[in-house]
C-alpha cells in the first residue's frame, strides 16, 4: 500500500472538519428541534385554538421564549480548527503519537540549517509516506448524551399523530391559533333549516331548534323529501365552512360529497349556504378547524307518476274522441298529456295508399286536471278531432304524467280508430271523400279538382243554395293553381268547412264561434288569468251561446216546415233551457271571481257536454217540459209539507199532558224556546193554508186532486181545533191522520205525472230515474248514485260558499303583508296561497 501524499491528507482534513462541523449543528439542533415538535403538535391537533385567547397567547410566548433560549449553543458554533480535524483522523485510524498532527511541527530553533532542514523535511516524508488507511469517521449524534430522559421521542411522536388526525390544513390551524376574536360563544349565531319542495306540503325543519338537537343525539338520521333545500346562515364565524359527507349506514359521516355544490355568499362575518339535497348525506358547518354542528339526513325518494287507461278510448259519429284515465302520484300529479301516432297497419294492410297523411301535425288532446295536484285523479277527457287528417285513420295513442318534480310515467300504448264526423247529405258526404283523397295524395290533385268541378257542373238536386256552389268553385280554383303543400292544406280546410256548412247550415258558424272562446275562456281560466280578462270573455261566451240557441232555434224551424219529424225514440233526460245555460256561466263567472279556477274549468268542461249533445228539434216539447217541471216542483212543496208537518207532530208530542206552557222537555232540547198549544195551532193552520194552494194550482194544471189529500186537509183543520184546546191526544191523533193522507196523496200524484207522460219530458235524471233529486215523492231518500242524485249530487259551491270562501282569501293576503307576524306563521300563510293558486 503507498503512502499518503499531502493532497490526500488535506481531503481527509477537510472531510473531518465538515463531520465535526455537523456533529456541533446536530447537537445544537435538539432542544430547538423538541420545542418545535410541542408547539407544532399542539398548533396541529387543536389545542391551542381552542384555548380561550388570553391563555393560547400566554402559552404562545412561552413556547416562543424557550425556543429563542434554546438557540443559543447554535449562535455559538465556530467552524472546527485543522488541529481538531487532525486529531479526528487519529483518533478514528486508531494511530498514536500524533503522527498527523505531528506534520504541521516546526524545528524549534528555526530553519537557517540546511542540514539540519534537510534531516527534518525526511523525517517528515518518511513520517506522511507511513501514513496509510486513515479516516475521518462518519458524524455521529450526540443526542442521548444531551437528552437522557429521551424528551424527544414523545415530542416526536405527538407532531406526527397531530399531522397525521388533526382537521384543517396547517396554516388553518395557525390563523386560528393567533387570531384574536373574541369568544364565539359571544357572538356566534348559527340557524339551518330545510325547506321541502312546495308540493310536497311537509312544513320546513329547524335544525338548529332545541328540540331538533334532541332529537338527534339518538345518532338516527333526518328523514327530509327528496329535492329538499337547505339553508344555513352563520354569523360571527371568522372562517366558516360547509362540508357534506356521504352518510353511513350507521349514521355517521364517510367520504367527501363533491356533486353537492352550495351557494355561498360572504359579506364581513356574516356566511349563507344554499343546497338542493338530491342524494342522502352527513352534514358538517364549522369554523376553521372548530366543528359547530353535524346533520345526518336522509331522503324520502320521490316516485315517478303513474298513468293507466280505465277504459279503451272511443268515439262517436260526431268525430268526438273520449278518453278514460286514472294516474297518481306520491306529492300530486300536475300535468297530464297525450300523444298520438299514426298507427303502421291500417284498414288495407301495413302503411298508406299515399304519403300525404305524413305531412300533417298530430292533433293535439289536451287533458285538464279537475284539481290541482291530486294524489290520485281519474276522469275522461273529451276533444273534437273529426276536422284533423288523421279522422277515420288507426292512430297509436299514449298517455303521459308529470310532477311538480318533473318527472313523467306513461301509459301502455293503445291502438284504435280515430273516430270521424257521419254526415248524412249526399253532398257533404262526397266532398269529405275528395277531401280523404286530397290528404293521402296531394300530388294527384288535379283528380280531385275535375270531381269537384263535376259536381259544381250539375247541381241540381246536391246543394239548397248557391253558398254551397260557390264555395266549392273556389276549392277547386285553388286546387288548380297550386303552387305547394300550403295551397293544398288549404284546400283540405276549405272542403271541411264547406261539406260542415252544407251538413249543419248556419248553426255550424255559430258553433265554431262559441267553440273558439269557450277554449280560449278554458285557457285563460288554466293561467290564471285576470278578473277583467274573465270577464271580458264570459261576455264574449254569453253572447256567442245566444247566437248558437237562436241558430238551433231557427235550424228546428226549418226542419219543421220541411216537415221532418223529430225522433221520438230519445231516452228520457234532463230538459236544458236558455236560463239553465245561463245560470252556469253566470256560476263560472263567481268561481272565478273567487280565486277557483279548478271548480271553474270543471263546469266549463261540464257546460261543453250539454253544448254538445244538443240537437236541433230538441226545444220541441219546451212548454211540456216546463209543465212537468212545474208540476215536479208541487210535488216537492208536497214532500216539503210531508216533513214540516212531522216536524210540528213532533213538537206537540213535547207538549205536558195538561198543556201547560213553558213546563216541557221542548225547552230543554232548545233553551230560550217556549211552545205553547196556540203556538203550535198558528203552525198547523199555516200548513193547512200552504195545502190548499197546492190544491188550487193542481186544478189550474188540469190534474185531478186525490181525495186523500182533501181528506189530510180535513184532518189538519181538526188537529188545529184541538191544540187550541189544549187536547194533545187529540191532535197528536189527527196529525197522524193527516200524514197518512199526505203520502197516499203524493203516491197518487205520481202516478198521475207519470199515465199523463209527464216524467218523460224534463223530469228525468240522466239516467231515466224519475225526478232530479236525492228523495222519492215521499221524502224518503233515494239509493241512486250518479250526477243528479245521491252524495254526487251538487258538487259546486253555493254562493254562500264562494262568498265565504273569498272573505278567506282576502284575509290570508292581508296577513301574508304583515311583517311583524312570526315567521312559521308567513310561511304557512306562503303555503296556502300557493296551494290556491
Same mark, same amino acid.
Given at each position: 500500500?503507498?503512502?499518503?501524499?499531502?493532497?490526500?491528507?488535506?481531503?481527509?482534513?477537510?472531510?473531518?472538519?465538515?463531520?465535526?462541523?455537523?456533529?456541533?449543528?446536530?447537537? /445544537?439542533? &435538539?432542544?430547538?428541534? =423538541? !420545542? *418545535? #415538535?410541542? %408547539? $407544532? +403538535?399542539? @398548533?396541529?391537533?387543536?389545542?391551542?385554538?381552542?384555548?380561550? /385567547?388570553? &391563555?393560547?397567547?400566554? =402559552? !404562545? *410566548? #412561552?413556547? %416562543? $421564549? +424557550?425556543? @429563542?433560549?434554546?438557540?443559543?449553543?447554535?449562535?455559538?458554533?465556530?467552524?472546527?480548527?485543522?488541529?481538531?480535524?487532525?486529531?479526528?483522523?487519529?483518533?478514528?485510524?486508531?494511530?498514536?503519537?500524533?503522527?498527523?498532527?505531528?506534520?504541521?511541527?516546526?524545528?524549534?530553533?528555526?530553519?537557517?540549517?540546511?542540514?539540519?532542514?534537510?534531516?527534518?523535511?525526511?523525517?517528515?516524508?518518511?513520517?506522511?509516506?507511513?501514513?496509510?488507511?486513515?479516516?475521518?469517521?462518519?458524524?455521529?449524534?450526540?443526542?442521548?448524551?444531551?437528552?437522557?430522559?429521551?424528551?424527544?421521542?414523545?415530542?416526536?411522536?405527538?407532531?406526527?399523530?397531530?399531522?397525521?388526525?388533526?382537521?384543517?390544513?396547517?396554516?388553518?390551524?395557525?390563523?386560528?391559533?393567533?387570531?384574536?376574536?373574541?369568544?364565539?360563544?359571544?357572538?356566534?349565531?348559527?340557524?339551518?333549516?330545510?325547506?321541502?319542495?312546495?308540493?310536497?306540503?311537509?312544513?320546513?325543519?329547524?335544525?338548529?331548534?332545541?328540540?331538533?338537537?334532541?332529537?338527534?343525539?339518538?345518532?338516527?338520521?333526518?328523514?327530509?323529501?327528496?329535492?329538499?333545500?337547505?339553508?344555513?346562515?352563520?354569523?360571527?364565524?371568522?372562517?366558516?365552512?360547509?362540508?357534506?359527507?356521504?352518510?353511513?349506514?350507521?349514521?355517521?359521516?364517510?367520504?367527501?360529497?363533491?356533486?353537492?355544490?352550495?351557494?355561498?355568499?360572504?359579506?364581513?362575518?356574516?356566511?349563507?349556504?344554499?343546497?338542493?339535497?338530491?342524494?342522502?348525506?352527513?352534514?358538517?358547518?364549522?369554523?376553521?378547524?372548530?366543528?359547530?354542528?353535524?346533520?345526518?339526513?336522509?331522503?324520502?325518494?320521490?316516485?315517478?307518476?303513474?298513468?293507466?287507461?280505465?277504459?279503451?278510448?272511443?268515439?262517436?259519429?260526431?268525430?268526438?274522441?273520449?278518453?278514460?284515465?286514472?294516474?297518481?302520484?306520491?306529492?300530486?300529479?300536475?300535468?297530464?298529456?297525450?300523444?298520438?301516432?299514426?298507427?303502421?297497419?291500417?284498414?288495407?294492410?301495413?302503411?298508406?295508399?299515399?304519403?300525404?297523411?305524413?305531412?300533417?301535425?298530430?292533433?293535439?288532446?289536451?287533458?285538464?286536471?279537475?284539481?290541482?295536484?291530486?294524489?290520485?285523479?281519474?276522469?275522461?277527457?273529451?276533444?273534437?278531432?273529426?276536422?284533423?287528417?288523421?279522422?277515420?285513420?288507426?292512430?297509436?295513442?299514449?298517455?303521459?304524467?308529470?310532477?311538480?318534480?318533473?318527472?313523467?310515467?306513461?301509459?301502455?300504448?293503445?291502438?284504435?280508430?280515430?273516430?270521424?264526423?257521419?254526415?248524412?247529405?249526399?253532398?257533404?258526404?262526397?266532398?269529405?271523400?275528395?277531401?280523404?283523397?286530397?290528404?293521402?295524395?296531394?300530388?294527384?290533385?288535379?283528380?280531385?279538382?275535375?270531381?269537384?268541378?263535376?259536381?259544381?257542373?250539375?247541381?241540381?238536386?246536391?246543394?239548397?243554395?248557391?253558398?254551397?256552389?260557390?264555395?266549392?268553385?273556389?276549392?277547386?280554383?285553388?286546387?288548380?293553381?297550386?303552387?305547394?303543400?300550403?295551397?293544398?292544406?288549404?284546400?283540405?280546410?276549405?272542403?271541411?268547412?264547406?261539406?260542415?256548412?252544407?251538413?249543419?247550415?248556419?248553426?255550424?258558424?255559430?258553433?265554431?264561434?262559441?267553440?273558439?272562446?269557450?277554449?280560449?275562456?278554458?285557457?285563460?281560466?288554466?293561467?290564471?288569468?285576470?278578473?277583467?280578462?274573465?270577464?271580458?270573455?264570459?261576455?264574449?261566451?254569453?253572447?256567442?251561446?245566444?247566437?248558437?240557441?237562436?241558430?238551433?232555434?231557427?235550424?228546428?224551424?226549418?226542419?219543421?216546415?220541411?216537415?221532418?219529424?223529430?225522433?221520438?225514440?230519445?231516452?228520457?233526460?234532463?230538459?236544458?233551457?236558455?236560463?239553465?245555460?245561463?245560470?252556469?256561466?253566470?256560476?263560472?263567472?263567481?268561481?272565478?271571481?273567487?280565486?277557483?279556477?279548478?271548480?271553474?274549468?270543471?263546469?266549463?268542461?261540464?257546460?261543453?257536454?250539454?253544448?254538445?249533445?244538443?240537437?236541433?228539434?230538441?226545444?220541441?216539447?219546451?212548454?211540456?217540459?216546463?209543465?212537468?217541471?212545474?208540476?215536479?216542483?208541487?210535488?216537492?212543496?208536497?214532500?216539503?209539507?210531508?216533513?214540516?208537518?212531522?216536524?210540528?207532530?213532533?213538537?206537540?208530542?213535547?207538549?205536558?199532558?195538561?198543556?201547560?206552557?213553558?213546563?216541557?222537555?221542548?225547552?230543554?232540547?232548545?233553551?230560550?224556546?217556549?211552545?205553547?198549544?196556540?203556538?203550535?195551532?198558528?203552525?198547523?193552520?199555516?200548513?193547512?193554508?200552504?195545502?190548499?194552494?197546492?190544491?188550487?194550482?193542481?186544478?189550474?194544471?188540469?190534474?185531478?186532486?186525490?181525495?186523500?189529500?182533501?181528506?189530510?186537509?180535513?184532518?189538519?183543520?181538526?188537529?188545529?181545533?184541538?191544540?187550541?184546546?189544549?187536547?194533545?191526544?187529540?191532535?197528536?191523533?189527527?196529525?197522524?191522520?193527516?200524514?197518512?193522507?199526505?203520502?197516499?196523496?203524493?203516491?197518487?200524484?205520481?202516478?198521475?205525472?207519470?199515465?199523463?207522460?209527464?216524467?218523460?219530458?224534463?223530469?228525468?235524471?240522466?239516467?231515466?230515474?224519475?225526478?232530479?233529486?236525492?228523495?222519492?215523492?215521499?221524502?224518503?231518500?233515494?239509493?241512486?248514485?250518479?250526477?243528479?242524485?245521491?252524495?254526487?249530487?251538487?258538487?259546486?259551491?253555493?254562493?254562500?260558499?264562494?262568498?265565504?270562501?273569498?272573505?278567506?282569501?282576502?284575509?290570508?293576503?292581508?296577513?301574508?303583508?304583515?311583517?311583524?307576524?312570526?315567521?312559521?306563521?308567513?310561511?304557512?300563510?306562503?303555503?296556502?296561497?300557493?296551494?290556491?293558486?
Amino acid at each position: 500500500m503507498t503512502g499518503m501524499t499531502l493532497q490526500r491528507l488535506d481531503g481527509k482534513i477537510r472531510a473531518a472538519r465538515l463531520a465535526l462541523a455537523f456533529e456541533a449543528l446536530w447537537a /445544537a439542533l &435538539l432542544w430547538p428541534m =423538541v !420545542l *418545535a #415538535s410541542v %408547539a $407544532l +403538535a399542539a @398548533l396541529f391537533s387543536g389545542l391551542l385554538p381552542s384555548l380561550q /385567547a388570553a &391563555l393560547r397567547l400566554a =402559552v !404562545l *410566548a #412561552s413556547l %416562543a $421564549l +424557550a425556543f @429563542l433560549a434554546s438557540l443559543g449553543p447554535l449562535l455559538r458554533l465556530r467552524l472546527p480548527s485543522q488541529i481538531d480535524a487532525m486529531r479526528r483522523i487519529e483518533r478514528y485510524s486508531g494511530l498514536p503519537h500524533r503522527p498527523v498532527s505531528g506534520l504541521s511541527d516546526r524545528l524549534a530553533d528555526g530553519d537557517d540549517d540546511p542540514q539540519r532542514m534537510a534531516i527534518w523535511l525526511e523525517h517528515k516524508r518518511r513520517q506522511l509516506a507511513g501514513l496509510v488507511g486513515l479516516r475521518a469517521g462518519l458524524p455521529q449524534s450526540r443526542w442521548r448524551d444531551l437528552d437522557a430522559a429521551a424528551l424527544r421521542l414523545p415530542a416526536i411522536l405527538l407532531l406526527v399523530a397531530s399531522l397525521v388526525l388533526g382537521r384543517g390544513s396547517p396554516s388553518e390551524s395557525l390563523a386560528a391559533a393567533v387570531a384574536q376574536a373574541p369568544p364565539a360563544s359571544e357572538t356566534l349565531a348559527l340557524d339551518a333549516w330545510l325547506k321541502p319542495p312546495a308540493y310536497t306540503g311537509k312544513p320546513p325543519v329547524m335544525l338548529t331548534s332545541p328540540a331538533m338537537t334532541e332529537k338527534l343525539k339518538d345518532g338516527e338520521p333526518l328523514l327530509i323529501p327528496q329535492n329538499a333545500v337547505l339553508a344555513l346562515r352563520l354569523t360571527g364565524a371568522a372562517d366558516a365552512k360547509i362540508a357534506f359527507e356521504s352518510l353511513s349506514p350507521s349514521g355517521g359521516g364517510g367520504a367527501e360529497v363533491k356533486d353537492l355544490k352550495p351557494s355561498l355568499r360572504r359579506d364581513k362575518n356574516l356566511f349563507q349556504a344554499e343546497v338542493t339535497l338530491t342524494r342522502p348525506v352527513y352534514i358538517r358547518v364549522s369554523d376553521g378547524s372548530r366543528e359547530l354542528a353535524h346533520w345526518p339526513v336522509a331522503l324520502i325518494p320521490d316516485a315517478a307518476p303513474k298513468i293507466a287507461f280505465a277504459a279503451e278510448p272511443a268515439g262517436d259519429s260526431a268525430g268526438t274522441l273520449t278518453a278514460k284515465w286514472k294516474a297518481s302520484d306520491d306529492y300530486g300529479v300536475t300535468d297530464i298529456s297525450a300523444e298520438l301516432s299514426l298507427a303502421d297497419n291500417q284498414d288495407d294492410g301495413v302503411g298508406f295508399a299515399g304519403n300525404g297523411i305524413f305531412l300533417y301535425q298530430p292533433p293535439k288532446f289536451p287533458i285538464s286536471l279537475r284539481r290541482a295536484a291530486a294524489k290520485e285523479e281519474a276522469g275522461a277527457t273529451t276533444a273534437d278531432l273529426a276536422e284533423h287528417p288523421w279522422a277515420g285513420f288507426m292512430v297509436e295513442m299514449q298517455l303521459k304524467a308529470t310532477d311538480a318534480a318533473g318527472q313523467t310515467g306513461r301509459s301502455e300504448t293503445r291502438t284504435f280508430r280515430m273516430p270521424e264526423r257521419l254526415f248524412i247529405k249526399p253532398l257533404a258526404r262526397a266532398l269529405i271523400e275528395q277531401r280523404k283523397h286530397l290528404i293521402l295524395q296531394p300530388d294527384r290533385s288535379g283528380e280531385v279538382e275535375q270531381m269537384l268541378e263535376a259536381l259544381i257542373a250539375w247541381p241540381d238536386g246536391l246543394t239548397e243554395g248557391s253558398g254551397a256552389v260557390i264555395s266549392i268553385a273556389a276549392i277547386a280554383s285553388r286546387l288548380r293553381a297550386a303552387a305547394g303543400q300550403d295551397d293544398i292544406d288549404a284546400a283540405v280546410a276549405m272542403l271541411w268547412q264547406t261539406a260542415v256548412g252544407i251538413e249543419d247550415g248556419s248553426m255550424a258558424e255559430a258553433r265554431a264561434n262559441l267553440e273558439a272562446i269557450r277554449k280560449e275562456l278554458e285557457r285563460a281560466l288554466a293561467e290564471g288569468a285576470s278578473p277583467e280578462r274573465i270577464a271580458e270573455l264570459m261576455d264574449k261566451m254569453r253572447q256567442a251561446m245566444d247566437r248558437y240557441m237562436q241558430s238551433l232555434m231557427n235550424q228546428t224551424d226549418k226542419r219543421m216546415r220541411q216537415g221532418q219529424q223529430q225522433d221520438q225514440r230519445q231516452l228520457p233526460g234532463r230538459m236544458v233551457t236558455p236560463e239553465d245555460l245561463k245560470k252556469m256561466l253566470d256560476t263560472i263567472q263567481k268561481l272565478a271571481e273567487s280565486g277557483a279556477n279548478d271548480a271553474a274549468r270543471q263546469m266549463l268542461s261540464q257546460l261543453d257536454d250539454i253544448l254538445r249533445n244538443l240537437k236541433p228539434g230538441q226545444q220541441q216539447g219546451q212548454m211540456q217540459s216546463q209543465q212537468g217541471q212545474q208540476l215536479g216542483k208541487m210535488l216537492d212543496q208536497l214532500s216539503e209539507l210531508l216533513r214540516r208537518q212531522q216536524q210540528l207532530m213532533d213538537d206537540t208530542q213535547r207538549l205536558p199532558p195538561d198543556g201547560a206552557p213553558g213546563q216541557n222537555g221542548g225547552e230543554q232540547n232548545n233553551p230560550g224556546m217556549q211552545i205553547s198549544p196556540d203556538a203550535l195551532a198558528g203552525q198547523q193552520k199555516g200548513l193547512e193554508d200552504r195545502l190548499a194552494e197546492l190544491l188550487r194550482r193542481l186544478g189550474e194544471n188540469g190534474l185531478n186532486a186525490p181525495d186523500s189529500l182533501g181528506q189530510a186537509g180535513r184532518s189538519m183543520k181538526e188537529a188545529e181545533g184541538s191544540l187550541r184546546r189544549s187536547d194533545r191526544e187529540g191532535a197528536l191523533g189527527r196529525q197522524g191522520d193527516a200524514m197518512v193522507k199526505l203520502r197516499q196523496g203524493a203516491q197518487g200524484m205520481a202516478r198521475q205525472l207519470l199515465q199523463q207522460g209527464f216524467g218523460q219530458q224534463g223530469n228525468y235524471g240522466r239516467n231515466g230515474e224519475a225526478r232530479g233529486d236525492d228523495r222519492d215523492p215521499l221524502g224518503r231518500p233515494t239509493a241512486t248514485r250518479n250526477e243528479d242524485t245521491g252524495p254526487l249530487r251538487n258538487m259546486l259551491p253555493t254562493e254562500m260558499a264562494i262568498r265565504r270562501a273569498r272573505e278567506i282569501l282576502d284575509i290570508l293576503r292581508s296577513r301574508a303583508n304583515e311583517a311583524d307576524r312570526p315567521r312559521l306563521e308567513l310561511d304557512y300563510i306562503d303555503r296556502l296561497l300557493r296551494g290556491l293558486y
